[in-house]
């Protein structure tokens, strides 16, 4: 019984570690790759940017 739960929580705490490390892998690059995007495109290297009124 008690070696039933403490496996549960092993197995339990290695499937949370691992999908951390898989969004912290995934996840960090997907963050990393649209901030880069979002600032290039609000410092206007986008073509389709309106002109700003002077």
Same mark, same amino acid.
Request: a negative charge.
């Given at each position: 019984? $008690?070696?039933? &739960?403490?496996? @549960?929580?092993?197995? #339990?705490? @290695?499937?949370?570690?691992? $999908?951390?490390?898989?969004?912290? $892998?995934? #996840?960090?690059?997907? &963050?990393?790759? #649209?901030?880069a995007a979002?600032?290039?495109?609000?410092?206007?290297?986008?073509?389709?940017?309106p002109a700003?009124?002077?």
């Open positions: 019984m $008690l070696i039933n &739960v403490i496996a @549960a929580l092993a197995t #339990g705490v @290695a499937t949370s570690c691992g $999908l951390l490390l898989l969004f912290l $892998l995934f #996840g960090g690059w997907i &963050v990393a790759l #649209g901030a979002a600032f290039s495109w609000l410092r206007g290297d986008h073509p389709e940017a700003l009124p002077e």
